[in-house]
């Protein structure tokens, strides 16, 4: 379903916004993660593997979502968590609590270990029979996963001019990009320092026709500061709409500067992906809290 979103409450006018809610997709399995795994379980399913082994970090939206799919279609799923001091904690995280109630095995490994986790030696000293095992890579993205990503935009959506989408690896953007129309734009906002997402764009799409932007990342992965926060309370407020702090927030962010920067041209019609991930608002609103920041409103 595709959200108009309303300017002159933000003082904007000349253009149009819609937000696609891949938030509502499901419940649980929410946005980009429904779309990356659905093809992925698929063919674990297919080569009979005994579990399915994923990587992430303390509030991985991409672990919860394995281990939610992972409930829902009645197939194991492990976790590798980066940080073995988290181990304790559990039950204070609400994204790994979250994951181990659904039945996720949680194996966590030094920092040290875990920028070397693809190399098979270093894994197998945590996981014992890794043959067994059907691997995804940290944020799954994988040609099936882009696969899936091509399907986020429907056939209605050719009346846009623009595409915009938060980045992490790089795999939900490509799948768009395979999927846009020849008179489209794709616009990617890197949500890392960084546009090297570029390796994976090119690797998985031969659409060249989007730009890759970083500016608006507050500092980089899961960081975010106050006046991010009181973006998000304030658009919340004006659109009864809530939006996750690592990724769509920063990509509306910057979507409404460019607009008062004049990057678009006048009348254009932008469509933004809301990409889910609002489970991660609780463990957020932790480290708020710890540093005497505004919280998020839920």
Do not use: W
Not at 59 to 76: D, E, M, Q
Not at 114 to 138: A, C, F, N, W
Not at 211 to 216: A, H, S, V
């Amino acid at each position: 379903m595709n959200e108009e979103i309303l300017l002159e409450p933000f003082s904007i006018s000349g253009y149009s916004l819609f937000l696609k809610r891949e938030d509502q997709i499901h419940s649980e399995v929410s946005g980009n993660k429904f779309r990356k795994l659905k093809y992925l379980f698929e063919d674990m399913r297919a080569t009979h593997k005994r579990a399915i082994l994923t990587f992430g970090g303390a509030f991985s939206n991409h672990i919860a979502a394995t281990a939610s799919a992972g409930k829902l279609f009645s197939i194991p799923t492990v976790g590798v968590i980066r940080g073995e001091e988290l181990e304790p904690y559990i039950e204070s995280n609400p994204t790994l609590q979250y994951a181990s109630r659904c039945g996720m095995r949680l194996i966590f490994m030094s920092r040290s270990d875990y920028k070397d986790k693809d190399q098979g030696e270093v894994l197998k000293r945590y996981i014992r029979d890794l043959h067994d095992y059907y691997i995804i890579p940290e944020g799954g993205t994988s040609q099936l996963a882009v696969k899936g990503c091509s399907e986020i935009l429907s056939d209605t959506d050719v009346e846009f001019d623009h595409v915009a989408v938060a980045v992490g690896t790089g795999g939900t953007f490509a799948g768009i990009l395979n999927s846009l129309q020849p008179h489209q734009e794709g616009i990617g906002f890197s949500v890392l320092n960084g546009t090297f997402q570029k390796e994976i764009l090119d690797k998985f799409s031969s659409n060249s026709k989007y730009q890759l932007t970083d500016r608006y990342n507050f500092g980089g992965y899961a960081k975010i500061d106050s006046e991010l926060v009181r973006f998000i309370n304030k658009f919340k407020e004006l659109t009864n709409i809530q939006l996750d702090p690592v990724y769509t927030a920063k990509m509306m962010y910057g979507i409404m500067n460019l607009m008062k920067a004049g990057y678009f041209r006048k009348n254009s019609r932008i469509l933004a992906i809301h990409t889910g991930g609002l489970q991660g608002i609780n463990g957020m609103n932790l480290r708020l809290k710890s540093k005497n920041l505004p919280q998020i409103e839920i």
